[in-house]
């Protein structure tokens, strides 16, 4: 993608294949899930509402650009 502001929302594993395309579906989620722990401020804003990001399957399209912001575009 050339814009850092996705279109439309994602599910983490389509979002994981996209960072992580020669890991298998479940290894992707698992590496991703942990980059954006390592990164702080940005698992803080991606929980700071209250809302449990770790266990979510689909992601909005806010958190998808707050992951965008962070981790740079996969």
């Given at each position: 993608?050339n ?23 479940r ?20 929980t ?8 979510r ?18």
């Amino acid at each position: 993608m050339n814009d850092s502001r996705p279109a439309s929302s994602y599910t983490r594993r389509s979002l994981a294949q996209m960072y992580f395309p020669d890991s298998a579906p479940r290894q992707a989620v698992r590496r991703l899930t942990e980059w954006i722990k390592r990164c702080r401020p940005l698992h803080e804003r991606l929980t700071e509402d209250g809302r449990q990001f770790d266990r979510r399957r689909n992601l909005t399209i806010r958190e998808v650009r707050l992951i965008y912001e962070y981790l740079g575009e996969p």
